[in-house]
Each structure stands twice: as structure tokens, then as C-alpha cells.
């Protein structure tokens, strides 16, 4: 029922900006199957993905306190954040959650309600001492939350992109996510970080493992690197050059 709208809308304009166009960029592997379902031809579609500011690591980090884990991006039910709340709370080493964002409907259908409904959850499971809900962020703000976390956890059920676990994995915080938008092409598994299913018995044993420092170091630095070759902004733009130049 939520894709309906869009469904209407594409249903009345006949798809005609996409299909008129001379080139489609999309954002990721995921979107450009995406983009071949909408009936976009595949010799227009071009993969440019979305880039980041490489920051320079405050090493905020401290060894041997609890492990620091971190959401971050608009709270809404497709995010599924409950799974990080119901796996912290069978997890046996000391933690804390922080849950950056706001709570937005993406779609008009969509109930409402959904952060209400986490803080009631957080008080079920008797976690809600150690799991803090910050709001909104501006951008300027969201660096002191990504310099000072030890794990970044995404479990949405789908997105295109998704800029949050680009921004994480360039700051080199090991990446939990499920296989959605740039995650697959960035989380090598045991490497950089873990692709998990919506099971919360799996993340907490994946973030029971990146209670080790060490590992989290050794995750982080490789995750920092491959961002910093792959997606930084001046190489991205260099690659819309490339484009417009060859139409």
C-alpha cells in the first residue's frame, strides 16, 4: 500500500521524464535494478554513487568503556530500529545505544506513532537507561556522534542509497547492516563489517564481537580506506564530468 501513491503518479505522466531522457544516473546496484524494473533502458542508466567529505577521525573513542553503538537517519518503520533495541537487550557485554534522527513517515500511508512506540519497547526490555533518543541533528552536529561511536548499525528493509552508512564507514566505524543501497558494495563481510538478515539473535552476536577494539580498529581503518577510494567527492564529480562530456 505505500508504493501506491507513486504507483498513480506514474500511472498519470506515463514515466515520460525518465524514459525522454538522454542518460538516468542511479546511486547504487540496488537502484539500478530498480531503475530497469521502472522500464528505464539499460544503455542510459550510469552507476555514480553519491560521495562524502573524507573527515579527519577525532579518535574520540575510548577502549574500555561500553560499546558505543550508533543509528543514525529519519526514524521510520522501514529502518526497523526495534531490531537494534530487542538484540542490545540480550547482549552480555556493557553498551550504550544513541538513536539519531527524527521520526518521518515515508509514506502518506504510512501509521504514525513509531517513536512513541520504540521508547515504550526500550521500557519493556529495561533498556531504556542505556539507549539514548537525540532528535533531529544538523549536519554540523553529526560528526561528534560518528567520532565518538565504536559500531554503526542500520538494519533498514530497504533503501537506494542510504548516505548514513556512507558517512559512518568514512569516519572508519565498523558497518552492521542489512544488504540494502550502498551496503553490499561497501561492507566486505569479516573485513569492514556484517551483512545481516532482520534477526536480532544475529546482530547481537555480531555486535558481541565488535566488542573487541582491536577488531573494531583493524574493521574500521580497511572500511575508511575503501570509502576514501571509492567515494570521495572529487572523484565522484570527475565521473559527472565524464558523463555530461560524453553526451
Not at 539514548?132 to 553529526?142: A, H, R, Y
Not at 537506494?160 to 569516519?171: D, G, H
Request: with cysteine; charged share 25%.
Amino acid at each position: 500500500m505505500q508504493k501506491l501513491p507513486y504507483q498513480v503518479y506514474d500511472l498519470f505522466t506515463l514515466k515520460a521524464s525518465a524514459k525522454r531522457a538522454n542518460a538516468v544516473v542511479v546511486s547504487s546496484a540496488i537502484e539500478f535494478d530498480d531503475a530497469l524494473e521502472f522500464g528505464i533502458s539499460r544503455k542510459k542508466l550510469h552507476v555514480i554513487p553519491m560521495g562524502v567529505d573524507i573527515p579527519i577521525s577525532l579518535n574520540q573513542r575510548e577502549e574500555d568503556a561500553p560499546l558505543k553503538i550508533l543509528f543514525v537517519g529519519r526514524i521510520a518503520r522501514v529502518r526497523r530500529v526495534e531490531l537494534i533495541l530487542q538484540a542490545v537487550e540480550k547482549l552480555s557485554v556493557p553498551y550504550t545505544v544513541t538513536i539519531v534522527g527524527g521520526e518521518e513517515k515515508t509514506s502518506s500511508l504510512t501509521k504514525s506513532g513509531y517513536m512513541d512506540e520504540l521508547k515504550k519497547l526500550c521500557l519493556d526490555l529495561k533498556i531504556d537507561d542505556r539507549v539514548t533518543f537525540t532528535g533531529p541533528k544538523s549536519p554540523k552536529e553529526l560528526p561528534s556522534f560518528y567520532n565518538s561511536a565504536d559500531v554503526f548499525v542500520y538494519p533498514s528493509l530497504y533503501e537506494n542509497f542510504s548516505q548514513p552508512i556512507l558517512e559512518a564507514a568514512s569516519f572508519g566505524i565498523p558497518v552492521i547492516a542489512t544488504p540494502v543501497g550502498i551496503a553490499p558494495e561497501i561492507i566486505e563481510e569479516g573485513e569492514t563489517g556484517f551483512l545481516v538478515s532482520g534477526d536480532p539473535a544475529t546482530l547481537m552476536q555480531k555486535l558481541k564481537q565488535l566488542a573487541d577494539p582491536a577488531l573494531r580498529r583493524n574493521m574500521g581503518q580497511k572500511l575508511k580506506d575503501k570509502v576514501r577510494n571509492k567515494f570521495d567527492w572529487n572523484s565522484i564529480t570527475d565521473q559527472y564530468m565524464q558523463l555530461y562530456l560524453s553526451l
